[in-house]
C-alpha cells in the first residue's frame, strides 16, 4: 500500500505528515499516525523513527497533540497490469468503527475491533459464521389437531443436535492475553412458528403480525431467556430484542398443536383449513455477558442467539403446509385407537427410578401387592410409567409388544447415567426372537426425545441427577417432589385434615425446611414461657431443602422425616431418650432415599397394616403405663377392632390402610403415633383415630390426640428393612432390640410422616367406620438404579409393554362406510366467497372426507353433469374451482354432488353456489 497525499505529494513521519512542518522528518511514510500499530515499521520500509507517532504526540512521548479537525482519506490499490485473457481479483475492505455508548476513546476501540473483525474474515477467506441448519419439518394431520415432527438428515451441519460452529470474525480475545474466550456456538434449542400466509417468509419470524412462536424447546442447561442486542438506526444505539425464552425442560422433537395463533375468538384448528408453519434450531454462545449500563461489559456478547437461515441441503427455508382433517377416511378406513402423548401400560422387569415422571400402578398390580408384599413385575397404567414412552403418530401405531433394555454402563454409583437403552419389538409377548430393534442416539445423561417413525411413538429416557452440594455424599444429595396430591373416594366427605406447617414459633411449625438459626445466648436460654414455645425448638436444618418444596406437600401436612421436627412436645416424631446417635440416622435418612408412595386409608379391614403404636407424650410421668417418649405404646397390644389381641405384646396396633413403594412394587411397614395422656382426643386407646381438636378449650395445642402416620421404606441405605408382608414385624423388633445399632437401623428407614387430625364436622372411634376411603399421593424424582426383581436383565433397568390396544387399525370397511355421513363440501352455502380461495380471480370449495378411491359427479338441477374427479390418493379431500369440465365458470344455483365408493357405497351432497362478478381490476 502506498500513502500519498491529495496533490501526489510524499508522506512524512511526524508532526502533520507535510514536508518542512514542525515536528516532521524526513523518513518517508506510507502510514499516517500510526502510533505503537507499527511494530515492524512496515511504514518506513523497515526504518524505525525512534518515537511513536500519533495526533496526540505527533513528535514523540509528551508532545503536544495535533490541533482537532477533519480527517478524511482516499483509499487506493493499484497500479496493476492485466494482459489479455488474465483475472486479477482485487479485495478491498474498508474498516469503519463507530461508539454510541462508552467513553471518549470508546469509538477508537470500536475501530480496532473493526478491523480485527475484518484481518480475521479475510483470513478466514470471508467465510460467514453458519448458523445450525434448520431442521426437517413433517406433519401429520388429524382432526382439528396437528402433529409437528422435527428430524435433523445426516447431511446437517445439526446432526443429532450436535451443532458446534466457532466465531472467528466477531469473538475477539483481550490484546493482553488475560483471558480465552469460548468461541464456539452450540446447538440450543428449536422454535415452530406459525406464519399467517404463505407470502409470509423467514424474515418476517420477528415480526408478530406475520409469524408467531407456537412450540419451541431447548437443552436443560440452566440457560436463561436470550436477549440480542441489535443497532436500532434510527435510535443511533443497540436495543434489547428477546429472542428465545427459556424453558429448559430438554429437547423434544413432537408437539401437538390445537390452536391457531392468528385467530380471533375461537381458536381450535378448523379442519380442511390451510395453516403454515416453520421450524428453526437456533445456536448459543455468551463468551462474555453483555451489559450496556456496565463500562467494563461493553465488550461482552450482544449476540448469544444464532438462528437457522438454511436448510441442510443449502436450499432456503419455506413454510410448511398443514391441513387438519378427519382422519377417518384415509387407508381404507382408519381408526384410531390412542391420541398424541399416550403412553402404553408399562411393567418393570428390573431397575427402579422414574426419570421425572410421575408413577401409576394399575388396580390389578396394587392388589397383587397388597396380598402379598412384593410383585415382581408391577404394571404401571396409561400416562403413568417410568420411562417416557409416547405415542407420536396415531396413524402409524405399530402393534407388538415391546421391552426396554438399559446396557452399557459398569455400575449403579458411578455409571448410570452414561447408560444406553435398545427396544426390541415382538410380534408377541413372549416370543422368542424379535422382529425388529432401535438403539438410543444419545445416553440418558441427555434429556432427547427419541422419533421412532416406523412404531409411531417416541421415547425419552432422561436420568435426571440429585443435586448434591460440594464435599458432600451420597446421604446429602436432594431429590425434586414431583407433586401431592389427596383424593377422597366421596369428594363430598373430605374428612382427612393435617396440621400444616407453618413458620411460627409454635408447635405448628414441624418442618424444619427454612433458614431458621436463633442465637441460643440471646433467644432460647433466656426464653422464660412454656418449653415448647422456646425458639431453640424451631431451629431450621439449613440448606436440606433449600427451595422449601417439602413443606408444600399436600398442603404442609406431609413431610420426610429428614426435615421433621423432633426437639419438643407436640411434635409428630420423638427419639427413644436411650438412643444418643440420633443425628447419624437423621443424616442418612436422605431425600434422595424418599420413595414416591401411595398411602390409602381404608374401610376395609383385609387391607390394614399391622404396626407399632409410637409414644409421642413427652412426659413419662403423664404417659399411660409410665410410657418413655419416643417408644413402644406402653400398652397390650390390640386387634383390628382395638380389643387386647392375648399376644403378651405391647404398643402393636393396626394401622386402618397401607402403603406402597411404587418404585420397587413394594409393600411398605408403617406406624402412627398417639400421645396417651390426651385420652380426651383418643390419645390413648392404640387405635388410629385423631379427633378435629387440634386446640382445645384451654388453648392447649392436642393435633387429635396427636396421631400422625409413619411410612418406612424398603432398605434404605442398606439398613435391611424388608417390605411387608403380614408376617415380619421388623419395626417392632427394632424397638424391642432397642439397641444404637437398631434404632439406627430404625430411624434410617423412617421416610413420610404426615401429622394428620379430622377436619372440623367428623369424629368416629372405630376406623372400620371412616366415611370414606382415602388415597394420598406422594411422588419424588428417582434416579434409574440396578435393582434385581426378575433378574431378566441382570438388575439394570429393563422395561415392557404392548402396543396392541393402542395400534392403529386399516382398512376397516365398517369404518368406511361410516365415511359415507361424513362425506361434505364446504362452504355451504357457497356466498361468492371462502377462506381456501387464494386471490380475487380464485373461487375455490372443498370437497371433504373422500375415501382414497371414489368417484365424484357434480350435476345440476336439470340432471346434466358438469364435472367429474375419479380420485385414486390419500388426500381426503378434492378442491373444485367451481368451474365446468371444460374451464367455464358455473352459474349460481343449486347442484348435486353424487359420491360413489366402490364396494362400500354412494352419498349424495346438495350444494348452493352464489357466484360473483369477476374482479378485474389492478390485474
Given amino acids: 500500500m502506498q500513502g500519498l497525499w491529495q496533490n501526489g505529494n510524499q508522506l512524512y513521519y511526524g508532526g502533520n505528515g507535510f514536508a518542512g512542518s514542525p515536528g ?101 477467506c470471508f467465510r460467514i459464521l453458519e448458523p445450525p441448519h434448520a431442521p426437517v419439518l413433517s406433519i401429520q394431520e388429524l382432526g382439528n389437531e396437528i402433529v409437528l415432527m422435527l428430524d435433523n438428515p445426516n447431511n446437517s451441519n445439526n446432526y443429532r443436535e450436535q451443532y458446534i460452529e466457532e466465531d472467528k470474525i466477531n469473538i475477539i480475545d483481550p490484546a493482553d492475553g488475560s483471558v480465552i474466550y469460548d468461541k464456539f456456538y452450540r446447538f440450543e434449542g428449536y422454535q415452530i412458528y406459525q406464519l399467517v400466509d404463505e407470502v409470509a417468509t423467514v424474515g418476517d419470524l420477528d415480526d408478530k403480525t406475520k409469524a408467531r412462536i407456537v412450540a419451541q424447546c431447548d437443552i436443560k442447561n440452566g440457560v436463561a431467556n436470550l436477549i440480542n442486542f441489535e443497532f436500532d438506526e434510527e435510535l443511533g444505539f443497540s436495543t434489547p430484542k428477546l429472542k428465545a425464552e427459556a424453558e ?37 454462545n455468551n463468551y462474555k455477558t453483555y451489559n450496556p449500563n456496565d463500562p467494563a461489559l461493553l465488550d461482552g456478547q450482544k449476540m448469544p442467539y444464532l438462528r437457522s437461515r438454511i ?111 435398545v427396544i426390541y419389538r415382538y410380534a408377541n409377548k413372549g416370543d422368542a426372537m424379535p422382529v425388529d430393534s432401535v438403539s438410543s442416539e444419545v445416553t440418558i445423561a441427555q434429556s432427547n426425545e427419541q422419533i421412532i417413525a416406523k412404531w409411531g411413538i417416541s421415547v425419552q429416557i432422561f436420568q435426571d441427577k440429585y443435586s448434591r452440594p460440594s464435599g458432600s455424599t451420597a446421604v446429602d444429595d436432594y431429590a425434586d417432589p414431583l407433586g401431592s396430591s389427596i383424593e377422597f373416594a366421596d369428594s363430598s366427605k373430605q374428612w382427612l385434615d393435617f396440621v400444616s406447617d407453618d413458620p411460627s414459633l409454635t408447635p405448628f411449625n414441624w418442618l424444619r425446611t427454612g433458614t431458621y438459626n436463633p442465637d441460643p445466648a440471646t433467644e432460647c436460654d433466656v426464653f422464660t414461657g412454656p418449653a415448647y414455645l422456646n425458639p431453640c425448638c424451631y431451629k431450621d436444618d439449613a440448606g436440606k431443602d433449600p427451595s422449601e418444596k417439602y413443606n408444600k406437600l399436600i398442603g404442609g401436612g406431609v413431610g420426610p422425616h429428614k426435615v421433621t421436627g423432633y426437639q419438643c412436645d407436640f411434635m409428630p416424631l420423638a427419639i427413644p431418650a436411650s438412643y444418643n446417635a440420633y443425628a447419624a440416622a437423621r443424616k442418612n435418612a436422605s431425600l434422595a432415599y424418599l420413595p414416591s408412595v401411595d398411602i390409602v386409608l381404608t374401610s376395609d379391614q383385609s387391607k390394614w397394616t399391622r404396626c407399632v403404636v409410637v409414644e409421642l407424650g413427652r412426659d413419662a410421668n403423664l404417659n399411660q403405663g409410665g410410657g418413655e417418649p419416643g417408644e413402644l405404646r406402653a400398652t397390650p397390644s390390640v386387634d383390628k377392632n382395638g380389643n387386647p389381641d392375648a399376644s403378651g405384646t405391647s404398643g402393636m396396633g393396626w394401622f386402618p390402610g397401607y402403603a406402597i413403594d411404587l418404585e420397587t412394587g413394594a ?251 369477476v374482479d378485474l381490476e389492478n390485474i
Fill in 311 to 421: 436448510n441442510a441441503d443449502g436450499s432456503p427455508l419455506v413454510a410448511s403446509i398443514a391441513m387438519p382433517h378427519i382422519v377417518s377416511a384415509e387407508a381404507g378406513g382408519t381408526v384410531q385407537n390412542s391420541v398424541y402423548g399416550q403412553s402404553p401400560r408399562i411393567t418393570r422387569y428390573d431397575g427402579v427410578g422414574n426419570g421425572y415422571n410421575s408413577l401409576e400402578l394399575t388396580s390389578a398390580s396394587e392388589n397383587f401387592i397388597i396380598e402379598n408384599g412384593f410383585m415382581e413385575t408391577p404394571e404401571y397404567d396409561y400416562f403413568g410409567g417410568p420411562i417416557n414412552v409416547k405415542v407420536i403418530d396415531p396413524l402409524n401405531v405399530l402393534g407388538g409388544y415391546y421391552e426396554c433394555k438399559f446396557r452399557d454402563y459398569a455400575s449403579t454409583t458411578s455409571g448410570i447415567d452414561t447408560a444406553s437403552w
Fill in 248 to 284: 429448559d425442560k430438554g429437547i423434544q422433537h413432537t408437539f401437538r398443536i390445537t390452536e391457531d395463533v392468528f385467530a380471533t375468538g375461537n381458536r381450535t384448528l378448523i379442519n380442511n383449513k390451510t395453516y403454515y408453519y416453520m421450524a428453526v434450531a437456533y445456536g448459543y
Fill in 24 to 124: 516532521v522528518t524526513t523518513i518517508e511514510t506510507n502510514y499516517m499516525f500510526p502510533a505503537d500499530s507499527d511494530t515492524l515499521d512496515w511504514a518506513t520500509e523497515g526504518n524505525d523513527p525512534g518515537f511513536d507517532w500519533s495526533e496526540f504526540e505527533p513528535t514523540g512521548q509528551g508532545s503536544t497533540s495535533n490541533p482537532s479537525g477533519d480527517r478524511r482519506f482516499v483509499q487506493s490499490a493499484g497500479p496493476f497490469t492485466l494482459k489479455p485473457g488474465a483475472v486479477n481479483n482485487i479485495t478491498v475492505g474498508i474498516v469503519y468503527g463507530r461508539s454510541v455508548q462508552g467513553e471518549i476513546f470508546s469509538s477508537v476501540d470500536a475501530l480496532k475491533t473493526a478491523d480485527t473483525k475484518a484481518q480475521a474474515l479475510f483470513d478466514n
Fill in 667 to 917: 409393600r411398605l411397614h408403617m406406624a402412627f403415633g398417639e400421645n396417651s395422656f390426651l385420652g380426651g382426643d383418643n390419645g390413648g386407646d392404640m387405635i388410629w383415630n385423631p379427633t378435629s381438636t387440634v386446640v382445645d378449650a384451654n388453648g392447649l395445642t392436642v393435633f387429635g390426640g396427636m396421631q400422625p402416620i409413619w411410612v418406612f421404606g424398603v432398605n434404605i441405605n442398606n439398613e435391611g428393612c424388608p417390605y411387608y408382608d403380614g408376617v415380619n414385624n421388623w419395626v417392632y423388633d427394632q424397638y424391642q432390640t432397642g439397641t444404637t445399632t437398631s434404632y439406627k437401623k430404625l430411624f434410617t428407614s423412617l421416610t413420610w410422616i404426615a401429622n394428620t387430625v379430622l377436619a372440623d364436622g367428623y369424629t368416629f372411634d372405630d376406623p372400620s367406620e371412616i366415611p370414606c376411603d382415602i388415597r394420598m399421593k406422594l411422588r419424588v424424582n428417582k434416579e434409574y438404579k440396578d435393582f434385581t426383581a426378575t433378574g431378566l436383565n441382570g438388575g439394570k433397568p429393563m422395561y415392557g409393554w404392548s402396543m396392541d390396544d393402542l395400534k392403529t387399525t386399516t382398512n376397516s370397511v365398517e369404518t368406511l362406510e361410516s365415511v359415507l355421513d361424513i362425506i361434505n363440501v364446504v362452504p355451504n352455502p357457497y356466498y361468492a366467497f371462502s377462506e381456501y380461495e387464494r386471490n380475487r380471480l380464485d373461487t375455490r370449495v372443498k370437497i371433504t372426507n373422500l375415501p382414497e378411491q371414489c368417484t365424484v359427479s357434480i350435476y345440476n338441477v336439470s340432471g346434466k353433469m358438469i364435472r367429474q374427479f375419479k380420485k385414486d390418493n390419500p388426500v381426503t379431500y378434492i378442491d373444485w374451482d367451481l368451474k365446468n369440465t371444460i374451464g367455464i365458470p358455473i352459474g349460481s344455483g343449486v347442484y348435486l354432488i353424487h359420491v360413489e365408493v366402490p364396494g362400500v357405497g354412494e352419498k349424495i351432497v346438495k350444494f348452493f353456489g352464489g357466484m360473483r362478478q
